[in-house]
């Protein structure tokens, strides 16, 4: 009995470990995008305050030169890579890194050999306007070398099943829909639009319906519900400003910024973070 249980359990095991594998050497073709990158000073500002309330520096590090996402026996070693022009970064991992690899990774999530990339949040870079990706980039290209060379990624047992059972998005290129075109300029105004373009950046954790639910992964909290139905039922907007620039709520609970980014949506404009409040505030729990 307990060998025909072993058996079994290696089995499923196996069918787990490959079935991922499988899926991080799928190869994605999706038609190259040519966009015009300015390199002047006002597009780089923009872009630099894209990348801190995208919160690029929370997963790639403060100076882009990498960082250790997930240190896990279960889920695994997970770092972000450097992409400076430093050894280790862009210019040495290749002979060359263009502006269409820019896009393709930051807006489909797929890398230079048309691999998924691992946990990188293109479904939400995906929606960005023209205007703020290509600010983006700008950006990006500007952003001093590092020299720092950063390990392989390796998933642990419980990233593997979490990868499996689509817990978790660390295989990127998956939730991306890779025929959306790239949206026109959207006006930053404190409106319902504006409100929803900068959600997306909730349906990470929040979900695409901003419900919340159980813990994502093993030891993280129940993730809120921030729909007019949930948290917001009771906070003013001057308490959810407080709250996504100090990381304390209006209860006098500490957000850990682990779990909950309040280091990246302090960097909100007062338009930014007013329009998405107005946004969660109009929804409601189906």
Not at 120 to 129: A, D, G, V
Not at 138 to 162: C, F, H, I, Q, W
Request: hydrophobic share 35%; aromatic share 8%.
């Amino acid at each position: 009995m307990l060998g025909s249980f072993l058996i079994l359990l290696l089995a499923a095991v196996a069918f787990i470990y490959f079935s991922v594998e499988n899926r991080f050497d799928k190869e994605y073709q999706v038609a190259p995008v040519s966009l015009t990158i300015p390199a002047d000073a006002e597009t780089i500002a923009l872009g630099k305050h894209i990348a801190a309330i995208k919160g690029c520096n929370d997963c790639h590090g403060s100076d882009y030169g990498g960082k250790v996402v997930i240190d896990d026996p279960g889920m695994g070693f997970i770092p972000a890579p450097n992409i400076t022009p430093g050894k280790g970064g862009l210019s040495t991992r290749y002979t060359s890194y263009t502006d269409e690899d820019y896009v393709r990774a930051i807006r489909h999530g797929i890398g230079k050999d048309g691999k998924s990339l691992v946990l990188m949040p293109s479904y939400e870079y995906n929606p960005l306007s023209k205007k703020d990706l290509t600010a983006l980039i700008s950006y990006l290209k500007t952003v001093a070398p590092v020299n720092r060379k950063m390990e392989d990624v390796k998933l642990g047992p419980v990233g593997y099943v979490l990868t499996s059972l689509n817990k978790v998005p660390v295989v990127s290129a998956e939730k991306v829909d890779h025929a959306k075109p790239i949206a026109g300029e959207v006006h930053p105004e404190i409106t319902v639009t504006y409100g929803k373009y900068l959600a997306v950046s909730c349906v990470g954790c929040h979900g695409d319906n901003f419900q919340g639910g159980d813990a994502i992964i093993p030891g993280s909290p129940k993730v809120p519900n921030i729909t007019g139905s949930g948290s917001l039922n009771k906070w003013t907007e001057a308490q959810f400003i407080q709250t996504l620039r100090t990381g304390v709520t209006p209860e006098g609970k500490k957000l850990d910024p682990k779990f909950m980014p309040w280091p990246m949506t302090k960097n909100y404009t007062e338009t930014e973070i007013k329009a998405l409040y107005l946004f969660l505030k109009e929804q409601q729990t189906s």
